[in-house]
Nanobody, 126 residues
Framework: VQLTDSGGGSVQTGGSLRLSCVVS????????MGWVRQVPGKERESVAA???????TYADSVKGRFTVSKENAKNTLYLQMNNLKTEDTAMYYC?????????????????????WGQGTQVTVYS
């Protein structure tokens, strides 16, 4: 499986961005998928996830601002990010668990993530 993420950029605080991730192969419909971000020198942070039933979960830090969704016909995962803050600055990775056991709290897939995109940089400036 190959994940190709895009849509990052630089935006002022309060602005919006939409990230996209195109997934190749046949695992899309049954998978749990999500977004993880990382700042250099810090641990990865799960941001949001969505499972095959379209159930979603979010990290507390992004609830009410970010929305994860997917479009099965296009094998594409999205992350709509609104009201961006400087602390949202990070490299964002789409990720997937092909053997989905559903979501868990805090923006995770229950079984973790096993396949990763190359990352797209999001920079929020004040």
């Amino acid at each position: 499986v190959q994940l190709t993420d895009s849509g990052g950029g630089s935006v002022q605080t309060g602005g919006s961005l939409r990230l996209s991730c195109v997934v190749s192969g046949n695992t899309f419909k049954g998978a749990c998928m999500g977004w993880v971000r990382q700042v250099p020198g810090k641990e990865r942070e799960s941001v949001a996830a969505i499972d095959s039933d379209d159930d979603t979960t979010y990290a507390d830090s992004v609830k009410g601002r970010f929305t994860v969704s997917k479009e099965n016909a296009k094998n594409t995962l999205y992350l709509q990010m609104n009201n961006l803050k400087t602390e949202d600055t990070a490299m964002y990775y789409c990720a997937l668990d092909p053997a989905s056991y559903g979501i868990s709290s805090g923006g995770n897939c229950y079984n973790g993530f096993h396949d990763w995109g190359q990352g797209t940089q999001v920079t929020v400036y004040s």
